[in-house]
């Protein structure tokens, strides 16, 4: 279900903000705002968490896989409804959908008789602040934010509190802030680009400080209250909020915009104060506090595609050129994909990560071998970790690329079966009973901030509906080098703290790098540290 604005809920929001200063029911006007917003904010990636959580709960047999057909029989239906007006054969269009309509009726009424409360957990509502409360443990705490074109709404809850404001802050001053911090945290810039990862050669950095401290003092620090005594948020963005990591903000100001790497490494990050976790909607809490974890925690890593068309790349280049270099509009999707550069630094990463479990726990799938076709035939649904290291595209990157894909091994011939890309909803159609994937490639977790744009979409949706429990996605093109250092460090932080959620690992990651003076011009921008968020995890930390 996409996101869809409510008619009139700007209005009915002011008044209800309004009313609350005046009035001794405020506390209910704020929580039926908050359920009101939930409903404004329904995504399709909520609707996935929401979709396996309704397979889990049918168990492991016959109706479970009923409920999966039937839920990508719905992903057909809305397929269909959207190509019928391009297509030329409406009549045929039309026979498809009757005939499709009429199996998804077939079902529902089996899932119905064997299943009843099947749509309460495929559909679940919102929840008030009572029963976020119930579903927070010490020391958490969930923020949900609602953009406007006028206005940017913020609630914070915590186990003992509940609070909201409004921040005047439009959605078009909102989504330049944004856009100005994530332009300074392309890889590519003169910044970044003209220091390689392993220098010791010392550069100012350049980073606005401004913006990341603005977006801070008028969203966050007006329900520090809440926050005070949470040191792990749960995150329900909305708007250009959605491509950013909350972990760049500043807490305090800082009177520049070009740093001595010591500056950066010592500057009043959001990541000092909280492990933080994107949740795709406010359920999502409840749903995945009742999620069992996989028992046996074995590990299967992609990576490190063959590509025969961009061998020549310098390696110093290698992991600074944009995505958009590889591509142009001319050619086949094969020889686009030929043209990639190679990423060895994603051998190195999956060969670490495969160090920390049992020899006999760990697969690992590289070079010529790493294939779309070998992901589809893996039965992957007995892996608890997944990781894919490779080129990840958005849509248009390729001339006919209609969604987002990761990129592997292309084959001598493209096929249904293999064309070297894994589409989203590809992806959406693997079977896994995952507790985490690993999506170490470029743009993995949303679109560029463009406002109206949902959240949490394509790859990171995919991966939800084919049974991830949590997954790891980037926000920009991500190092494969500074990649290897943060998934390769977080893992280990799990495995080696006992009770470690996995928003507290990826923190004390991202810490270790951003204190790492060995390098210090790459490591200390967060271009280098903060491009992963973790999506779905509900561990305590």
């Known amino acids: 279900m996409a996101k869809t604005r409510i008619p009139g809920c700007r209005l009915l929001l002011s008044m209800a903000f309004a009313l609350c200063a005046v009035t001794a029911v405020a506390n209910g006007l704020s929580d039926r705002a908050f359920e009101g917003a939930q409903w404004v904010l329904a995504t399709d990636a909520a609707r996935a968490v929401a979709q396996v959580q309704a397979r889990a709960a049918a168990g492991d047999g016959p109706l479970a896989a009923k409920i999966r057909a039937r839920q990508e029989i719905e992903a057909q239906l809305d397929t269909l409804r959207k190509t019928m007006s391009a297509s030329k054969d409406g009549q045929r ?43 927070l443990q010490e020391g958490e705490a969930l923020v949900l934010f609602l953009v406007d074109r006028n206005a940017t709404y913020v609630w914070a809850i915590s186990p003992t509190m509940a609070d909201w404001h409004r921040a005047d802050l439009q959605s078009s001053e909102l989504n330049g802030l944004v856009r100005e911090i994530r332009a300074s945290l392309d890889p590519t810039g003169p910044a970044r680009s003209a220091v390689p990862l392993g220098s010791s050669q010392a550069a100012r950095l350049d980073f606005p400080a401004g913006a990341a401290h603005r977006l801070y003092h008028a969203l966050l620090a007006p329900l520090g209250h809440v926050l005070d005594g949470a040191d792990h948020v749960f995150v329900v963005k909305d708007g250009p909020i959605s491509s950013l990591p909350l972990s760049v903000l500043l807490t305090a100001e800082l009177v520049a915009d070009s740093f ?76 686009a994909i030929q043209g990639l550069s190679p990423l060895p630094g994603t051998a190195r990463e999956l060969r670490a990560i495969a160090r920390l479990f049992p020899e006999d726990d760990a697969r690992l799938v590289l070079g010529a071998e790493a294939s779309e076709a070998a992901v589809k035939a893996a039965d992957l649904s007995q892996y608890a970790i997944l990781s894919f290291a490779t080129h990840g595209l958005i849509t248009g990157d ?59 979409s394509g790859l990171a949706r995919a991966f939800l509906f084919a049974g991830a429990r949590s997954i790891l996605v980037s926000h920009w093109p991500v190092r494969d080098d500074a990649a290897a250092i943060l998934t390769t460090a977080t893992l280990r932080q799990v495995q080696q703290v006992p009770g470690l959620g996995r928003a507290e690992a990826l923190r004390r990651a991202m810490l270790d790098i951003l204190a790492d003076e060995t390098h210090p011009d790459a490591l200390a921008h967060p271009s280098a540290w903060a491009p992963f968020v973790l999506v779905g995890d509900v561990t305590s930390s």
């Open 93 to 135: 269009s039309t026979q498809t959908l009757r005939q499709v309509r009429a199996e998804l009726d077939r079902i529902d009424a089996e899932i119905q008789s064997e299943f009843p409360d099947y749509a309460e957990f495929a559909n679940p509502r919102p929840m008030d602040f009572l029963a976020v409360q119930a579903a």
């Open 260 to 335: 001595e790497p010591w500056e950066l490494r010592e500057a009043p990050w959001l990541l000092r104060r909280f492990a933080l976790t994107t949740l795709p909607s406010v359920s999502s809490l409840a749903n995945r506090r009742s999620t069992p974890i996989s028992a046996a925690q074995r590990f299967i890593g992609f990576g490190d595609p063959s590509f025969t068309g961009g061998q020549d790349t310098p390696p110093e280049r290698v992991a600074n050129r944009s995505i958009d270099a590889f591509f142009s509009d001319s050619g086949s999707r094969i020889e």
């Open 398 to 456: 390729i001339s006919g690329l209609a969604e987002p894909a990761l990129a592997f091994s292309p084959p001598a011939q493209a096929s249904a079966l293999d064309d070297g890309l894994l589409t989203a909803s590809e992806a959406a159609a693997l079977k896994l009973n995952a507790d985490w994937v690993i999506l170490s490639a470029c743009n993995t977790a949303a679109g560029d901030g463009t406002p109206g744009a949902e959240g949490l």
